[in-house]
């Protein structure tokens, strides 16, 4: 029997999903095309994919091998750029909606219920951050999702292959990010325990078989090296307690409502409401665990005894990975899994709400108690939606104008030949990303003191305008980019802007999108409102885009007629 009554493939499938899962694979493509490349992102490709050895299967936190590995597969198929480095991390999209799409029409009996289900396994906003960045988190939370609708997925003994696939899955999922070791690891005890018991007796030994080799083939072949020469010391980042591991899941995801899209009511109201969102959640958890024990006969519904045991499972495989988390922290001052390295209880967490919904208990209470829970779930599914973005990472945030900055510093190459900048560290990896990327321009590579102040003497900086204010006024740097959406600026030396003689100023406002009044060009952005271009431009032509700069990056005042 299998696990979930489920649909002919065949079958036409409801248009909301599809739709819905469509619109997340979409803001997945475009935010990979336009956000700037980030500094764990450009180390990455600088560290583990540019050079020409097999630096991909160096032991090194930093470096998610199958992500590295990809990347390197990418970068050579199709060149490289920030949507190419990024295509794994797109594979990864592809495989946790697919997932996510099976598993919502496996639990959920509507397609109301299942919409809200799967938008709040792929719109929320940290893990769509991460199904973006080119990093391993996207692929590992693909894998392991696909492991769990394979299990679900199999039906007795001609579920096999289902059973291999979610074994590969789960080593898959290590080998694309190792800080989901203890999550891969407790899932694969677990699906093996789930799939034994539906399985005909006598039939153990057979299912173990299918759930070790197929990990530990792909083990074998991805990690087994990397593994073996790990050093100490690169297991750095992480929490020193459970209230720091869970309050940075909730603060990620609920990061930062989009004012773009949220009108000041709509705004205001979800603000408003938030904070109570996860209390009351907890409270009808609580309340429907209750109902469901005093009404046991609910177990006679097939579907709610499915759900029953999918439900345990999830929360075995929650309590067991974090419970390994803990006691490696105790006995071995391993740091507790943050932020980006505890991802993986999202979905986990996710399901098993989903699956409390479900069990409905009869009698007034028990519709009371569903309602509240799908209302809950439901605010939750349109917060995310509110919190859609396309243009930064909430991890790496300072870095979402690097990409903006990098043509800052190329004109002043090509035109003033500055070829030494100082740079804050925050902005060093992803800059020498754009050079590596561009070739064309004379920098040195870009390096950083960190944490000391910038170097002194250099013709121009890449900086933060409030970190690095006071080296700013004390150098009496002239700022001529200052990002919108960051504090990134750059500043060059006044001598720098000093034209030769004959020559038009420069422009003496700095360059952001709102001053094209300031920068000399017509309502159509298309010709120069003088006769003849600045002086110290090689052509208006350069100017306005075709050599030095894009067209919306020109710094100069034309001359009056």
Not at 96 to 117: E, F, G, P
Not at 413 to 442: I, K, P
């Amino acid at each position: 029997m299998p696990l979930f009554m489920r649909a002919n493939p065949f079958q036409r499938q409801p248009a909301l999903l599809v739709c819905t899962a469509a619109a997340a694979l979409v803001v997945v493509v475009a935010r990979a095309a336009t956000q700037s490349i980030t500094i764990d992102e450009a180390d990455t490709f600088l560290s583990w994919v540019a050079p020409s050895s097999a630096s991909h299967w160096a032991p090194a936190s930093n470096n998610h091998l199958l992500n590295s590995m990809l990347m390197r597969l990418a970068v050579s198929l199709f060149g490289a750029s920030q949507f190419t480095v990024r295509l794994p991390a797109i594979g990864g999209a592809i495989l946790y909606t697919v997932a996510s799409y099976c598993l919502c029409r496996m639990i959920a009996r509507t397609v109301m219920r299942q919409w809200i289900l799967l938008a709040c396994l792929v719109f929320n906003p940290f893990i769509l951050d991460y199904l973006v960045a080119a990093r391993g988190y996207g692929l590992a939370l693909g894998f392991l999702l696909c492991a769990i609708a394979c299990t679900a997925h199999e039906d007795g003994a001609s579920g096999n292959k289902w059973r291999a696939a979610a074994s590969a899955c789960l080593a898959l999922s290590f080998a694309a990010n190792f800080s989901f070791a203890f999550v891969d690891a407790a899932a694969l005890l677990f699906l093996f325990l789930w799939t034994s018991s539906r399985g005909p007796r006598g039939t153990g030994v057979r299912l173990l078989t299918l759930a070790a080799l197929p990990a530990m083939g792909v083990s074998l072949l991805f990690t087994a090296s990397t593994l073996a020469h790990w050093p100490k010391g690169q297991l750095w980042f992480g929490a020193s307690s459970l209230g720091e591991t869970f309050g940075g899941i909730v603060e990620s995801s609920f990061y930062q409502l989009n004012p773009h899209l949220a009108n000041p009511w709509v705004f205001r109201i979800l603000q408003l409401c938030r904070p109570a969102v996860l209390p009351l959640f907890g409270v009808l958890c609580l309340w429907q665990i209750g109902l469901i024990a005093r009404n046991i006969r609910i177990f006679a519904d097939p579907h709610i005894r499915r759900l029953a045991v999918f439900g345990g499972v999830a929360a075995a495989i929650f309590v067991t990975a974090l419970s390994m988390h803990w006691l490696a922290f105790r006995l071995f001052h391993l740091l507790l899994p943050k932020e980006r390295t505890a991802i993986f209880f999202v979905p986990l967490f996710t399901l098993m709400a989903a699956i409390a919904v479900e069990m409905t208990t009869p009698g007034v209470a028990g519709r009371c108690t569903r309602a509240g829970l799908i209302a809950v779930m439901g605010f939750t599914a349109s917060y995310f939606l509110f919190c859609l973005r396309l243009s930064y990472f909430k991890e790496w945030k300072w870095d979402a104008e690097v990409n903006q900055v990098y043509p800052v510093l190329s004109y002043y190459n090509h035109t003033y030949g500055v070829q030494d900048v100082g740079t804050s560290w925050m902005y060093v990896a992803a800059l020498n990303f754009y050079r590596t990327l561009s070739g064309r321009e004379r920098f040195t590579e870009f390096s950083s003191a960190a944490p000391t102040a910038p170097p002194r003497g250099k013709a121009a900086y890449v900086l933060h305008a409030v970190l690095d204010r006071e080296f700013l006024e004390r150098e009496g740097l002239k700022v001529v980019y200052h990002g919108q959406l960051s504090d990134v600026v750059v500043a060059v030396r006044p001598d720098v802007l000093s034209c030769r003689e004959g020559c038009a100023s420069p422009c003496e406002y700095p360059w952001t999108k709102d001053t094209d009044s300031k920068r000399g060009f017509s309502a159509t952005g298309r010709e120069p409102r003088c006769p003849r271009p600045p002086c110290c431009l090689p052509s208006v032509r350069s100017c306005c885009g075709v050599s030095v700069l894009p067209r919306s990056s020109c710094f100069f005042n034309c001359p009056s007629t």
